[in-house]
């Protein structure tokens, strides 16, 4: 199975801070039709993961422009340009390029 | 607005069963492929199971680990999609969530305590 790895696995901001957060993948991502199906999450405390990117870099619905995504085949990066206190939780990493689709180990965004 | 809506979770002895359903509504269930996936105490997520739409087959999808022990499916009529869960054991102690879309909708989750 595809194993993605986050760091850092905690990050501690200031409101207003701008953060970015890595997810590396095991192996490349590019599906044969070439997508990449890199997707971020961010969850809450108390609350179900949401989904705020996919295809590594389209933002969801409703999504704040100040998310963002980039990469490509192993190593991608999530930024917030401007955190927001209702960005606190912990992000993670899925994809589904690959049979089984996996998550990283999720990072939890703090505040300093 | 789109809902899910899990239940059947609770507290099980190993080796029970469990079935799992997720009531939807607010979007177009017929076409949407439709997952469960669960969160371990470790908050660990893990991709159980994936049900596709009527287009494919309503092919299905599952984690190796859950293979033979975990059945998916779903009723078009009623909008829903259901885990059963067989042989439960420790390990499957989690909070179970049904997706569609097949990640950009969520239930809030349903717990299962899987203990003696």
């Known amino acids: 199975d595809v194993v993605l790895t986050q760091t850092p696995p905690t990050l501690s901001a200031t409101i207003g801070q701008s953060v970015s957060i890595s997810c590396r993948s095991s192996?490349?991502?590019?599906?044969?039709?070439?997508?990449?199906?890199l997707n971020w999450l961010l969850q809450r405390p108390g609350q179900p993961p949401q989904l705020l990117i996919y295809?590594?870099?389209r933002l969801e619905s409703g999504v704040p422009n100040r998310f963002s995504g980039s990469g490509s085949g192993t190593d991608f990066t999530l930024k917030i340009s401007g955190v927001e206190a209702e960005d606190l939780g912990v992000y993670y990493c899925?994809?589904?390029?690959?049979?089984?689709?996996?998550f990283g180990g999720g990072t939890k965004l703090e505040l300093k | 607005e789109v809902q899910l809506v899990e239940t059947g979770g609770g507290l099980v002895q190993p080796g029970n069963s469990l079935k799992l359903s997720c009531a939807t509504s607010g979007f177009t269930f017929s076409t949407a492929w439709m997952n469960w996936i669960r969160q371990t105490p470790g908050k660990r997520l893990e991709w159980l199971a994936q049900?596709?739409?009527?287009?494919?087959?309503?092919?299905?999808s599952y984690l190796e680990s859950v293979k033979g022990r975990f059945t998916i499916s779903r009723d078009d009529s009623k909008s829903s999609v259901y885990l059963q869960m067989n042989n439960l054991k420790e390990e499957d102690t989690a909070i179970y969530y049904c997706t569609g879309g097949p990640l950009a909708y969520w239930g809030q989750g349903v717990m299962v305590t899987v203990s003696s």
């Open positions: 049900i596709e739409d009527k287009s494919n087959n309503y092919f299905i």
């Open positions: 899925v994809q589904s390029t690959h049979a089984p689709p996996t």
């Open positions: 295809l590594v870099s």
């Open positions: 192996q490349s991502l590019l599906h044969s039709n070439g997508n990449t199906y």
